[in-house]
């Protein structure tokens, strides 16, 4: 049996531009001499729609989509996610489907029975869960169908759920000679070897091969990384698509192959999934353009560099904004930064406008000292004249902050969170040193001065982030176990070996900081556990541990 | 059989201070010679504590704080909501329960079955349902328990999602002489009168009396309206609680008691909510002053005189910050309602500061005409010297849009729309004005001309909202239609009488601005549907119908 695994990447909404993706790759399987055509999950309205899954008409274009669809069937089977209408609603209107399709016509829908209901995943909200599972028969091989969380059950790794059901076992019993899967499995730092083994060990327990299709692309926040797999019955992989960006597999299931390795080069992926995203939250509104802040710091350089490779150096402006406080190193690196990286850069000093502003306020400051407010301030007037660029020049402005000090509330709201996209602010300082010697990696593009000093806001003379912030080693660490993996100070203080007055510390102005996370951009999500997408504290609460 | 009703006001997370209330309501009982206590839906972690529930140890506080109450239990039954421990995980590790605690021991569990996974809701990614129905005895009487949604699905009202049980029909089997009912059951517009409906229903179903208990108060966005009720067996109510404060009420089902009316006063109830949404945002969070821009408009003087009613007006602060393009009434009509209103106002001038940044920008700005950059400028100008009085002087800051500006996206991110809440983010202009009348109904707060005046954001010269928006009432009804109803286009402007080409337009205007409004300050949520709480359409998308 010959599949071709089509790792399409979809836009939201967009039917009519995805049923042609849908469409192409089916021709191209019959250029193939496939037998049957693999899409992800929801492929044909995107993953994931949302409350546009509540739209009644929503649901009823999705199935005229599909309808253009079904003429290009013949001969070959396709088999396509889609959410369909629920013929009788005991739960919800809608299912979250794969439909085969076969000679012009619908043979069969299979439902997905595990609905993921934690972190980022909400399906609870939109689908009723499918019965059954389900098997067809092709040239009299019996091949099942599950839907991504379907697999998910059965290897017993996952954290924030648990079902009733385990498909993989149920559909072993059908004794299936093939397993398809669909999946639109969002990236998070090294989740490709996760899904790798679920599917080996899916594969194991069906006796038979599985041919796993994820989509590819970015979605607001999340990241859909492909790595399209095809594991034999031993759960060996034996090919894979590639990772971050559209691609296409034959897998001949009579055809003896040799096991191939999987690669290792997790921050290479970590970087690829932030270009994904940022290059999808651009392209798929319309957006070519975008400025950033360069601070000669290294959260502004990686952004900045990230930007580059996503849109090309002609579409990125750099905009230096020094104040009384900017050290003569944050222009001079900003500066090096731009031109190694063949960007515009423009210099905004930002003293006259600090100045007036200052001058309307001092009579209402109750003579009070200088305080963060002043910090606030500068940060202020730096988000106004990028927004403004924004505003004149149509670019998205992106902001520049990084997961550890979001987690801090080390950010100004409407100041450095100002942006369309918060490019980094899922990846944690320590990560965001890899990325920086990543991209350096063949030649010097961010400024070694850039790595090697010291982090600090210059928002205030001599000001260093390790005034108020421990290490970043040890923030990073702590954040890992609080927000990640949910353990409380106790146990995070005799983990880390580190004092539990710091811990306790350090999570209650995790939890304080709420208020402005909940103001901050879209992040582009790449961890287990982003502090905006996925995870929901109350601002209003007492309880902190 | 007599029931202590105790409505309280828990607030989430604050576990010590939730049992001393529940502890004093169970001695409140003793001295009514009550039987028993009813407390609301997860009355002892305060409702909804989000991702609180997914922290372990904040699990087993809850746990811990409930043996602070049941010494106290002795001669009396108290029955108490709070979230525990699924000993038998198959789904998720924890229940939504109601504890029957009585004579120092825990009675039986009630684990909730219906669990809420639409619009604000989202059980399902945190509790298992409750497997059975629950009844307990007590003096000869059996009482069924019911938490909240578990007797919504027999009324057939529910909108946007239906349950494969009915609790109320698996109850009535049962025979019980009573239910109880814990509610955390938050305000929507109207929304009492649908409850006592559905209490109604209940009742006549189960042939015996029911008593709810609903949560008091303000938790971030939601706000819980009280009006606990006591229905007979045929559905008519014969008590409630007060609405929007704390209250208990002692229900006697051995007397016989004469049916009373239920209020009507849907303007005032709205009123009240958000005073009462303002209050316990700000002090639960241990704020007592906010400040607001005063524009002379309508909508910041609505929000004035419900901060004013929520904190007195000592802790308000009104700013007056014109620009070239204000108008004198603007001015005038803002001194005289903070006359009117007794608060603190000061006028800052924001011109300064515009030219400030004005000639910072021009020479970047390719020497493009002036457009809404320009507008945006002052807008943000005035949210941060908000900003900055909050900073340096601790007050939070009040953002005064409405939801129908929200809708059409006009509004300034990072502008008018800068704050810590949106008071009447999900206020729609028509309700603007109907909240000024009440205001007014005895004396004049509000100035006349505030309301008489065409709405203007006084941004460029000679500016109206009428320039680019429709008329308020029609652009109102096709928010509720689209926003509330999920009609599409065609079907709206059949049903409002109106040009479909409007309708689209206005329904693409909804689209094109989900990004401004995912970086809102959150909104206090009084609509059936607000446009950020409970609502979560992707940014990056091309569906608009």
């Known amino acids: 049996m010959r599949i071709l695994v089509a790792q399409i990447n979809p836009t939201v909404g967009d039917l009519a531009g995805n049923a042609e993706k849908i469409v192409a790759a089916i021709k191209r399987g019959k250029s193939e001499d496939a037998d049957l055509v693999l899409f992800p999950e929801m492929a044909l309205s995107g993953y994931p729609p949302d409350d546009l899954l509540l739209m009644p008409s929503f649901i009823t274009d999705v199935e005229q989509a599909l309808r253009t669809i079904t003429p290009h069937t013949f001969g070959i089977t396709a088999v396509v996610g889609l959410p369909r209408h629920n013929p009788g609603i005991k739960e919800k209107a809608i299912f979250n489907s794969a439909a085969v399709i076969r000679d012009g016509g619908i043979v069969k829908f299979h439902d997905k029975i595990l609905l993921p209901t934690y972190d980022v995943f909400d399906e609870r909200r939109f689908f009723e869960p499918g019965s059954q599972v389900t098997t067809f028969t092709h040239n009299g091989q019996k091949i099942g169908i599950t839907i991504c969380e379907d697999i998910w059950q059965h290897s017993d790794t996952l954290r924030f759920t648990s079902y009733y059901r385990d498909p993989v076992q149920e559909l072993a019993e059908h004794q299936p000679d093939l397993v398809l899967n669909l999946s639109s499995s969002p990236y998070s730092f090294e989740k490709p070897y996760r899904r790798l083994k679920i599917c080996g060990k899916a594969a194991e327990t069906l006796r038979c091969p599985l041919v796993l299709c994820n989509q590819v692309g970015g979605d607001d926040s999340l990241i859909f990384d492909g790595y399209s797999f095809y594991v034999d019955v031993t759960g060996e992989l034996l090919a894979h698509a590639k990772g971050f960006e559209e691609d296409w597999m034959v897998v001949d299931t009579e055809q003896h192959t040799q096991p191939v390795p999987f690669h290792d080069d997790s921050i290479g992926d970590l970087y690829r999934a932030l270009v994904l995203g940022l290059k999808d939250y651009m392209h798929k509104q319309g957006f070519r353009q975008a400025c950033l802040g360069l601070s000669g710091g290294i959260d502004s350089a990686v952004t900045a560099c990230l930007a580059v490779e ?37 210099t905004i000093p930002i003293e006259s406008a600090f100045t007036a502003l200052n ?55 409407y100041g450095d969170m100002a942006g369309g996209l918060a490019v980094i602010s899922d990846v944690t300082k320590m990560q965001i040193y890899a990325l920086a010697r990543y991209i350096n990696r063949n030649e010097e593009i961010i400024p070694e001065n850039t790595i090697a000093k010291p982090p600090s806001a210059e928002l205030r003379p001599n000001q260093l982030d390790s005034d108020t912030l421990p290490e970043y080693s040890i923030l990073d660490a702590v954040l890992q176990d609080y927000v990640e993996l949910h353990l409380d100070a106790e146990h995070i203080a005799k983990r880390q070996k580190i004092d539990i007055k710091l811990v306790k510390e350090l999570i209650r102005k995790i939890h304080c900081n709420e208020f402005k996370r909940r103001q901050a951009p879209p992040t582009l999500r790449v961890s287990e556990k982003s502090l905006t997408r996925g995870r929901s504290f109350p601002i209003v609460q007492k309880w902190v541990k």
Chains 1, 2 share one sequence.
Not at 316 to 339: F, I, N, W
Not at 373 to 394: A, D, P, V, Y
Request: proline share 4%; no cysteine; charged share 15%.
């Open 310 to 346: 996503a849109l090309g150096a002609e579409n990125v402006l750099g905009v230096s904004m020094p104040s009384r406080y900017s050290s003569e190193h944050s222009q001079t690196d900003a500066a090096a930064l731009a031109k190694n990286l063949g960007i515009r850069y423009i």
């Open 359 to 413: 001058d309307l306020l001092q009579p209402h400051f109750e003579n009070k000292p200088p305080n963060v407010t002043e910090e606030n301030l500068q940060s202020r007037i730096r988000g106004m004249i990028l927004m403004s660029l924004s505003n004149k020049l149509g670019h998205i402005v992106l902001s520049t902050g990084n997961k550890s000090e979001s987690a801090m509330g080390y950010t100004t709201l």
